[in-house]
Every structure is written in C-alpha cells, then in structure tokens.
C-alpha cells in the first residue's frame, strides 16, 4: 500500500501493471488484463450501470413518457411500458447503427443473385454499421492514446483536443497546398499531423519543465488557444479559407491524400483504423520494452525517487508530452484524411473530450484505449439512428460516457452497490490521489 | 500501513522544481522588457497621428469628469521607456515579494494605457474608462464567484476542478427554474443549489471514494456538459417558451454611492449578483484569517493529521467547506442566465470557470488575490470588445485568445512559483 501512497490512477487497476512479468509477451499481457477478474468485473459492472442510468434519464425526460407519467393512475401499466420503451428502444437502435442491424440481412437476401446483391452493396450495408463504428473508434484510440501515456508518466493531458486541432491544421494545408504522387502525399500529411500536434504538446512540457506551469491549466488553456486559431485562420479570407466562399472551410485536400479505404467504396473504414491500431501496439512497445518507457513509468510512480536513480524527469516530460500532442495530430489527421477532406469549425467536434474518457476507462494502458475507444465509438456511430428512431438527442452519448467513467473512477462505488467484497488486502481503488505538485 | 505513509513528504514539490535557475531569474525581466519594447517599435511607431480621449462619466451623470486627452505616440513611447525602466530594476535590484508584484501591477498597467493610447489614436471616439471597468467587473462575476469557491475547497485540502460544472448546472438550473416558477429569486436559490450538488458529487467521490481529485474534476465536468447539453436538447429546445424563458434581474443602484463619479458607476450600479460577490469576498476573507472556523479550514488543508489530533473533524468539515462553497460558484453560475443573457445555451460558461481555478492559483489562494486575478481577466474580454469597436487591425479571434495567453504568461513566467495549501489534493484517512 505504501508504494501506492506516492503514485495515483483513477482506478488502482492500473497500479498492478509493474506486478506483471517483465518480460510478458503481447498475447499474455492481453490475456492477464482479460482475466484480471476484479478489474474487468467493475469495469463491465460500471458500463452496465452507466447504461441503466443513461436509459433511466432517458425514460424520465422523454416527453411522450411524461405524458404517461401524467395519466399515472389511470393507466400506471401505460407509463411504465411507455418508459420501457423509450429507454429500450434507444439502445436497440444504438445498437443497429453501430454493431449489426437485422434489417440488412434480410434485404441482402431478398435480393434476386448474391453476386448483383454484393455489386449493388447490399452486403457492404450488412457491415456499415461496424465500419461506421471503427471510423469513429479510430480518432478516439489515438486520442486517448495522447491521453493515456502521459498519465503513465504521471502527466494529466487534457489538451488532446488543441493538440488535435494542431495536428488538423498542419494535415489540411499539406493536403489541399501541395502536390505530392499518391503514396507520397498520404504519408507526407500524416506526419504532418503528427508534427502540428506535437509542436502544441512539447510546448506545453517545455513549459511543465522549464517553469512549474501546470500541465492541467497550460493544456485547458492551449484548448481554447487552438480554437480560436482555427477560427483566425477560417475567417475573412484569412490564410487558410477557402478561395471565393464566405463559409468557414479550408479547400478540400486533393485526392492523393485520402487514406486508403480497407474494404472498397461502400464502407468508409479507412487505414486510418490500422494506423490507430499500430499506434497502440507501438505505444506498448514503448512503455514495456525501452529504456525510454521504463523512465516514463517511473517518472509517473515516484518523480522524486525517479530523479535520485538518476532520471532527467523534465526533459521526460518534454518527450512524453511531445509524443501524445503527436498523436493527437495524427487523430486530427485520421478525422482530416479519412472522412472529412476540408476543415472547418466542426471538425474537432467533441474527440479531444471524448479522448479524456477513452483513456479513464482504458485504465491508461494502451490495449484498454483501444478496446474503450471501440465501446465509444461504438456509441458515437450508433447515436444518429438512435435520435432518427426514437428522438433521443445524439448528446446522450456524452451522459453515458461520462457516468460510466465516473463508475470506473470509484470502484469502491460499484462494489458497494454490487455488494462485491474487495479480492486483494487493502483493496483495489483505495487510490491516494496526488496534489498539484505531484 | 503505518502513519508515516500518510504524512504529507516535507518537500511535496520536489519533483516540480526546475532545475534551471538562471531561467527562472531572468524570466520576469525579461518579459517585461519585451513589454516594453512591443510599446515602444509596435505601439508607438504605429500610432496614427493626432491625441487618444479618456472619458471619465457616463451620459446623464450628475457629476461629470471632463475627458482626458494624450497624444497617442509620445504617451506610447513613454510608457515604454518606463516599462524598461521598471524590467531594469526587477532585473538589478533585489526587490521583495510585495515590490515584485507591485511590478507586475505596474507593467500591466502601462501596457493597457498605451495599447489603448495606440487603438484610439486620432479617433473621435472617446474610450470610456467608466464603462470599460464597470464591463470588467460585470463580466468577472463568475470567474470572481467561481475563484471564491476555488479558494475555500482549496484551503480545505481539496481541488475543485469541477468550477466549470458548477456554473454551468448553476446557469441551466437557474434558468430552467425561473422560467417555469416565474420567481427570479427562487431561480438564484436553485442554481445555488445546483453548484452545491455538483459540489455533493465531487465530496462523496474525492473525500468519501478517494479518487484522484484533478481527473474526479475533469470527469465531473464532462458529466454536467453533456447531462445539460442533453436536457437542453431534450426539454428545452422543443419548450423554448415555457422552460427556457426566464426574465433577468435588473440593476439596481445604490442611492448615494452610486452617484460618488467614476467609483460610483462601476461599483455601485449592478444587479444583485455583484453585490453578493462583495459579500462572499468579504465573509471569505474575514471568515478564513479571522474566524475559528478559517483557523480549522487552513489547518485541514495544510496538516489534516495535525488538525486531527487536536480534535478538529477533518472528513466532516472538508465535506461542508465543499459543499458550502458549491453555492457561491452556483450563483456564478446563475449570473449567466438570470443575470445577463437570459435563455440557456449549451456550454455557455465556455471555459470560465477553467479560468477561475487559474484566477485562483495566480492569486495565490488568497480571496483578494483571486479577484484581482479574476478582474485581470475579465478586463482581457472587456478590452477585446473596446478594440474591435475601435476598428483596430487586430484580428477578433487573436483578441479573444487573450485571456487564454495571459493565463499561460502568468502561471509560466510572471507569478513565480505559487505554494498551495501542503494537503491539497491529498484525501485524508483517519487512522
């Protein structure tokens, strides 16, 4: 318990990390967070609960269901179905637009040949509904990813969202700017983005080095920096707008610089989802098998114990903090090259909060974010059918999140509510959280 | 487990300190200087031939001030070398904390006189100072208020973070309530009352569960952003008239003092809001340095075992100082609907309350310090909106950036290195 006194985490889930073998391999990893009962069980109880207070909320706001609420004790059994429903009814719909929608299925095979079904993608709408939930997943994996190293190495970043926007500016202007051979392009973009959002994040460590700032407080602050950045250069004709229009967009980036799509042109998953995928894996790599990573988690466990074995604890940070800023570019990147092609004052939408989120509940280890940011973005592609079918606002996305994470950071919580005894001395999520000057 | 691992370490910010002091020395002179220079090759060289007019009273005043005119140039040039002069002295003489920030005041506020010099040169406008500062102080009221609650839970021993949530369910409460009652007062009582239930949400989970209080905050935030986000989508915009349609107080000035020239306008002419920030500065200020209850409420912020062992109830109190300093961000919050705007928006706190927990820590946890600071800011947003009446060649987006580059330059460079309460953010177990 003492080693945990120094360090912090929103789970103390996250702690058992330096418990596991050194040298674990990626598969064993992979199946020890699986079989890692406790954690998994509150995790899964906490996405449970999340989703039971999100349908409650549902089912008491809906203004059809208030009506019946209203006629109560003439028709109670009335009320009840019409919350029921409502409730139900969202997450079925949430479910048809992001996993599988039955209704596909049954157009596939009605159609006269398999082979005029596949051309005129009846089959590719049985698989939208996944793709649709990868294309979402991917900014939110690599976002969180920005996330979640830095909480490695003891850093809190909320700045994804102006790292994001970083990397979307640098990516947008190399990608309608210049003119590059297909393959060239794509690549020369993507580290773009990777560069414009890693000059935001080793800005925000130099300072953490260099002067004390507050990371929490420089990045909130270079959030809104960035947006007002990107308004200055979307307006008045200003640098970036896109000649002859009054809108607010950049001009749309060629055609090279697209991301290749994976499964033809009915699907919109991209390579963007491997780049998050490889990005994942190579921040794992980083964190379990370099020096460089074993500084990071030190760093992030005990600053000052890190510093008498002899570590640069600032210019750690500097390089942890440029790493995740770089990712964040590449999600803006991702968003920019695989789905968007112009910028505009949307474009950011909610992935940097979002990212906040995707990394809680990933426990800030890089299998985790994948698998949150897939849950997430999973509710993100579900959320316009669930308000075209039912009426639900696509925001109660952001509720669900957020109670869900909320859970996930109080595991004594749904331990209480489940009645679940605590399975290690001392108990999991007994965190002794650190101040401002840890 | 034994005490000693609870014991806060001596040297909490040891893994904080830069190593470098040959930067840290020269920062603040340094910055000046540039101050200085941006006056004199910026400004200056710049300013449009002719004179910038100060005025001093508003239209219909009884007592009027007769408006002060500059030439715009010379006054540019002069507060430069004045400001160099001041970067000199910070730079070659050793200077004491309270001379050091009266530097700081100092620089900024020549820097203002000759951005404005520069903006109205030669314009038959006047810049009404009057109105530029009664703007600032109502514009501050919810980053003052949320600052206030910053500074209690803070020198409580815990981080609130949540500030932003606290004024935006303040804000929906309030106008959700006063448009379906009708009663603006009831209206204020509520959206109190929701800041103090976000301020529940945040003692059962930092106190109670223990979970790290700065991501505790953040989620919070991310919570009440998308719970009246969504409610606003749900009730609001389909029952524009009947949920979302409240009145605003209006002003009310206080006989006398409100006609005293220049002081009376901007201090005594306002809604209630800013005569209930007078009153939380003050009950803040006299209740945390001359009261029992301050003596705990430091005492369990900087050594709750301490506090502990001579039998003051540290989980208790810390769970009332949260939840009563709930309140007063709660009105904050209020202030944005009933007080200026009138209808919810989503997110229309946009960050403010962010910047109140900055105003905090640069006010170094102090109520004072955090309304100067908060004031600082507030006068950023104010004079973005005089600038671009103005028709200055600045870009409105970079203006509105401001406040967001001055917090950064003031927790990076200017305000040093600020010590918070030694407990803070550490959650107590009693032994």
């Known amino acids: 318990m003492s080693d945990q006194a120094s360090s912090s985490g929103p789970a103390a889930a996250a702690k058992k990390e330096d418990e596991q073998e050194p040298h674990a391999s990626f598969g064993q990893s992979l199946r020890d967070s699986i079989l890692e009962g406790h954690t998994v069980t509150i995790i899964i109880l906490a996405i449970f609960t999340g989703f039971v207070v999100g349908g409650l909320l549902n089912a008491f706001t809906n203004t059809t269901v208030l009506h019946a609420w209203g006629n109560f004790f003439s028709a109670p059994g009335h009320a009840i179905a019409a919350a029921w429903d409502t409730a139900v009814g969202a997450y079925v719909a949430m479910f048809e637009g992001s996993i599988f929608n039955p209704h596909t299925v049954a157009a596939l095979f009605q159609q006269a040949s398999f082979a005029t079904a596949v051309h005129d993608g009846y089959l590719s709408a049985v698989f939208n509904p996944l793709s649709e939930t990868c294309v979402q997943a991917t900014p939110l994996i690599l976002a969180g990813l920005a996330v979640a190293l830095p909480y490695q190495a003891g850093l809190f970043n909320i700045g994804a969202e102006g790292q994001l926007i970083g990397g979307m500016i640098l990516a947008t202007y190399l990608g309608y700017g210049v003119s590059l051979p297909f393959f060239v392009h794509v690549v020369v973009c993507v580290i773009g983005g990777f560069v414009g959002g890693a000059a935001i994040g080793w800005l925000v460590g130099e300072l953490k080095a260099r002067t004390g700032a507050h990371e929490v407080v420089v990045t909130i602050m270079m959030n809104y920096i960035m947006i007002y950045f990107l308004a200055y250069l979307l307006s008045f004709g200003y640098l970036m707008q896109a000649p002859h229009t009054s809108n607010e967009i950049t001009s749309p980036i060629a055609g090279d610089a697209h991301l290749p799509l994976l499964f033809g042109s009915h699907l919109r998953i991209n390579a963007g989802f491997l780049i998050a995928l490889a990005c994942a894996a190579g921040i794992w790599w980083l964190l379990n098998r370099t020096t460089t990573g074993f500084e990071f988690r030190s760093i992030g466990k005990n600053p000052s114990a890190a510093r008498v074995a002899g570590m640069n604890v600032e210019r750690n940070w500097v390089l942890v903090m440029l790493i995740a800023g770089g990712l964040a570019g590449l999600s803006g990147a991702t968003v920019i090259q695989g789905t968007d092609f112009t910028l505009n004052f949307q474009s950011y939408g909610t992935y940097g909060i979002t990212a906040i989120t995707v990394a809680l509940l990933g426990l800030g280890r890089p299998l985790g974010v994948v698998l949150a940011g897939l849950l997430f973005g999973a509710l993100d592609a579900g959320a316009p059918l669930m308000q075209a079918a039912t009426g639900t606002p696509v925001s109660m996305v952001q509720v669900l999140q957020a109670v869900i994470v909320l859970f996930v950071a109080a595991p004594p919580l749904i331990r209480t509510m489940y009645r679940l005894r605590a399975t290690r001395a001392g108990g999991v999520g007994e965190v002794m959280s650190k101040g401002w000057n840890g | ?431």
């Not at chain 2, 060289?45 to 508003?58: E, I, K, Y």
């Not at chain 2, 100092?106 to 109105?131: E, M």
Request: a neutral charge.
């Open chain 2, 1 to 431: 487990m034994t005490i000693a691992d609870r014991v806060p370490p001596v040297d909490l910010d040891l893994a904080a300190r830069p190593p470098s002091s040959a930067f840290r020395r020269w920062l603040a002179p340094v910055t000046f200087a540039v101050f200085g220079l941006v006056e004199i090759f910026v400004l200056g060289l710049n300013a449009h031939h002719g004179d910038a007019t100060f005025a001093f009273s508003q239209p219909f005043a009884k007592v009027t001030v007769p408006n002060l005119s500059l030439p715009a140039a010379v006054t540019c040039y002069v507060c430069g070398a004045l400001t160099l002069l001041v970067a000199a002295v910070r730079a070659f003489l050793p200077l004491g904390p309270a001379l050091r920030r009266v530097a700081i005041a100092v620089v900024i506020f020549l820097f203002i006189v000759a951005l404005l010099c520069w903006a109205d040169a030669g314009l038959t406008t006047a810049v009404n100072v009057v109105n530029l500062l009664q703007g600032t102080l109502n514009d501050s009221i919810p980053i003052m208020l949320g600052a206030l609650t910053g500074v209690v839970c803070s020198r409580s021993g815990v981080i609130n973070i949540a500030i932003e949530g606290q004024l935006l369910l303040g804000a929906f409460t309030a106008a959700m309530v006063c448009s379906v009652t009708g009663s603006l007062w009831l209206g204020l009582v509520c959206g109190a009352l929701a800041g103090s239930l976000v301020a529940v949400l945040l003692a059962i989970f930092a106190i109670g569960y223990r979970v790290d209080q700065v991501i505790l905050g953040v989620v919070l935030n991310i919570l009440i952003l998308g719970l009246t986000t969504y409610l606003y989508d749900d009730l609001m915009v389909p029952y524009q008239n009947t949920l979302n349609s409240p009145n605003t107080f209006s002003v009310f000035k206080i006989p006398l003092l409100g006609d005293i020239p220049i002081l009376g306008p901007v201090f005594f002419d306002a809604t209630i809001f800013l005569y209930l920030t007078y009153i939380a500065l003050a009950g803040i200020q006299v209740g945390l340095f001359s009261t029992r209850w301050g003596l705990r409420t430091r005492a369990i912020g900087e050594h709750p075992i301490a506090a502990d062992t001579v039998g003051i109830p540290v989980i208790a109190m810390r769970y009332r100082n949260v939840i009563a300093a709930g309140l007063i961000a709660g009105i904050g919050g209020a202030y944005f609907t009933i007080g200026s705007v009138g209808a919810f928006g989503p997110n229309m706190t946009s960050g403010e309350g962010y910047i109140a927990l900055a105003a905090m820590i640069f006010g170094r946890y102090t109520p004072f310090g955090a309304i100067g600071a908060a004031l600082l800011f507030g006068f950023t947003t104010q004079l973005q909106s005089i600038m671009s009446t103005l028709n200055t060649p600045i870009q409105s987006n970079l203006l509105l950036m401001t406040p967001y580059i001055v917090t950064i330059i003031v927790l990076a460079g200017l305000v040093g290195k600020v010590r918070g309460p030694r407990a803070e953010g550490i959650p107590y177990v009693k032994a």
